[in-house]
């Protein structure tokens, strides 16, 4: 079952890109979803459950690291859809220019994942998660709102901004949630982040690419719009993180 529902969604928003197989897609995505609720309530009742998510849901903040998880995936996903599109259609520069420019965002999170390494130890996961995000999201705010008339280099710095915040939000966010259960869970919640990441990463390209098909007439527009729904997803789990850090420490107060 677990195997049919990744496939389900995968394969569903691969093609959601099409709009000729529009109406296959969003019958796999909805077959996809209905085996993720099954698949919940089946292993929730199970003694030996594939994932536990009875560990889960006794951790309040679990599903919300989960939720950041899938919101960097999703982000991750336009970062490296839409910069090529940006450079060649609109700045009209080559393909061989165009590949350096993009490198700011994977030189910028190859860097500071070691130095978020270097300087967590695993004490200040969340921290570091949501200033990652903060990062992120300051990052998507330059690239949405840049006037592409200017130099092509302000948009590789945006990109390295985004590779800072990524580099320092995902090695606290994967310790974050293999720390949730005991060791004998780890390798399944290990399984399962990687398996939401990859879920946001196909969503990410899927609805990206369905954008810019419906608005093949004005890419501009398309690549902005891009950008304001990734911006979106994070000003939003950014909320989140804000709402329940907030919860908790009045609890651990009262």
């Not at 690291?65 to 940006?86: K, N, R």
Request: hydrophobic share 55%; with cysteine.
């Amino acid at each position: 079952m677990n195997s049919l529902l990744v496939i389900s969604l995968l394969a569903g928003f691969s093609l959601l890109s099409n709009p000729k197989n529009l109406t296959l897609a969003l019958s796999l995505i909805l077959l996809g979803v209905i085996l993720i609720i099954i698949f919940y309530l089946f292993e929730i009742r199970k003694k030996t459950p594939l994932i536990n998510f009875k560990t889960l849901n006794t951790n309040p903040k679990a599903w919300l690291y989960l939720g950041q998880t899938f919101v960097f995936g999703f982000s991750s996903a336009m970062i490296f859809l839409l910069p090529p599109f940006v450079f060649e259609k609109i700045m009209n520069l080559n393909v061989g220019l165009t590949g350096l420019l993009v490198l700011g965002a994977p030189l910028g999170l190859v860097i500071f994942s070691r130095i978020s390494g270097q300087l967590n130890h695993g004490m200040h996961n969340s921290a570091f998660s949501f200033w990652g995000l903060f990062a992120i999201c300051a990052s998507l705010v330059g690239l949405l709102t840049m006037n592409y008339q200017w130099p092509a280099l302000i948009m590789t710095c945006f990109l390295f901004v985004y590779g800072i915040g990524g580099g320092i939000f995902q090695p606290a966010n994967i310790a974050t949630i293999m720390n949730i259960g005991n060791q004998n869970e780890q390798g399944s919640l290990g399984s399962l982040q990687r398996m939401v990441q990859n879920i946001a990463i196909a969503s990410g390209t899927a609805i990206g690419s369905t954008v810019m098909n419906l608005l093949s007439n004005n890419i501009t527009s398309s690549i902005r719009v891009n950008w304001g729904i990734a911006l979106s997803l994070v000003l939003l789990i950014l909320s989140l993180s804000i709402v329940f850090d907030r919860k908790f420490l009045q609890n651990n107060i009262n």
